[in-house]
């Protein structure tokens, strides 16, 4: 007889999102299940009417009855938080007390979810808190100024408090981590980066671009992801209006919904711009790729807050790894990772800079050579290099 394997370890995903359309929270789940060395379950919110469990890749996807809250009240974002954390902490304590729990790996926003986690800590199980976004920085620029004054300082001590709480912390990026660990230095020790960067399943790396004759007569720019009045998409479409009579093959496809949308396209047709602004719905990743190969120019438009500055766009990385360049704005963690031989860069918010820099990338040898640069970038952060990362982690925890 064959004696028996190794028992899968246990581990238990908490994440305020819709995990189908959620790449990190997915990649990390699928990426353990897949050594089948770790049985992984996900909370996870609703992402229909009903809450369903699904088994996905491998991965049990229990979603709570909660859904997701799109609105910008302060109070009714954190009341969702708090509701979604309750009936998970629900969820956890019925698996602990049937012993169903060795790991618990808590995926903020917020940091708070790891209250969920409250019967495994007691049991002495090890816990995980995987910060995506910063809160107090998020909170900052999302929120008014007499909405920070109030919430800033408490998310702060949130912060702290959490990660004290978590036995390993996994940041974004380099420089997301170290705006962390100012604010709790004694976590400095327990804390790795593991960075959103395409799955390589999913966006192969292109050598080169090229481009068939037939489709030369169009410059196309891609916007991809939330259209959202705070990742200021409505910039791009500015720009790209304004440089129609310096380029007019130009074209820019925005693809995915959000709160400025209907806003956009309103503006755009009573403008008579319909024809060089294209708007689509949410594509399915097996769809995207294929478009955003046939694009000339991917385009990122943050403007320059405290939350930005600590973002580094996975848009930008998916253009890249489908060997399609990027214009891109001057903040922190992009400059970090990325110099002017990479990216065609902008000053944040500057509506001219960015026509610049559109003007400039419209030459095809400039496009080749950006992209051809940015593979030091693909060839060091790439996905292989994070995944042992992680489970070197979850490895020692």
Not at 154 to 169: H, K, N, Q, W
Not at 257 to 265: C, R, T
Request: glycine share 4%; aromatic share 8%; with cysteine.
């Amino acid at each position: 007889m064959t004696p028996p394997g190794p028992i899968a370890k246990r581990v238990c995903m908490i994440a305020y999102t819709l995990y189908t359309g959620d790449a990190r929270v997915r990649r990390e789940a699928e990426t353990l299940a897949a050594t089948q060395a770790y049985d992984v379950r996900v909370l996870t919110l609703k992402e229909g009417d009903t809450a369903r469990d699904d088994v996905i890749e491998g991965v049990r996807v229990q979603q709570v009855n909660v859904a997701k809250y799109r609105g910008r009240n302060p109070v009714k974002y954190i009341l969702s938080y708090v509701l979604f954390t309750w009936h998970a902490l629900l969820a956890v304590t019925r698996l602990a007390g049937r012993g169903a729990i060795d790991i618990v790996h808590v995926h903020n926003m917020p940091n708070f979810l790891i209250f969920a986690a409250f019967v495994p800590m007691i049991q002495g199980k090890r816990v995980i808190l995987d910060i995506h976004d910063t809160m107090p920085e998020t909170f900052a620029a999302t929120f008014s100024p007499a909405h920070r004054r109030f919430w800033v300082p408490i998310l702060a001590l949130e912060e702290r408090f959490c990660a004290a709480l978590a036995d390993r912390l996994i940041a974004v990026n380099h420089p997301q981590r170290e705006v962390i660990l100012k604010r709790q230095p004694a976590a400095r020790s327990k804390t790795i980066v593991s960075m959103n960067v395409p799955d390589p399943r999913l966006f192969t790396c292109d050598r080169a671009i090229e481009r068939s004759p037939q489709d030369s007569d169009r410059f196309k720019l891609v916007y991809h992801g939330t259209v959202s009045g705070r990742l200021n998409v409505g910039l791009a479409v500015e720009a790209v209006c304004r440089s129609i009579d310096v380029i007019p093959e130009i074209q820019l496809h925005v693809i995915g919904d959000g709160d400025a949308k209907e806003q956009l396209v309103r503006s755009c047709a009573q403008r008579g711009f319909g024809d060089c602004i294209v708007f689509h719905d949410r594509v399915p990743f097996d769809r995207l790729i294929p478009f955003i190969r046939g694009m000339d120019l991917g385009v990122v438009s943050l403007e320059s807050n405290v939350a930005t500055d600590l973002m580094l766009p996975v848009k930008l990385m998916e253009c890249l790894s489908v060997g399609v360049p990027v214009v891109a704005p001057k903040l922190k963690t992009i400059e970090y990772y990325f110099d002017p031989n990479m990216l065609f860069f902008f000053e944040p918010g500057d509506l001219l800079s960015l026509m610049a820099a559109i003007l400039q990338a419209r030459d095809r040898q400039e496009r080749l050579t950006r992209v051809r640069n940015a593979r030091a970038f693909l060839d060091r952060y790439n996905w292989n290099a994070h995944k042992a990362t992680l489970l070197d982690l979850y490895e020692s925890t």
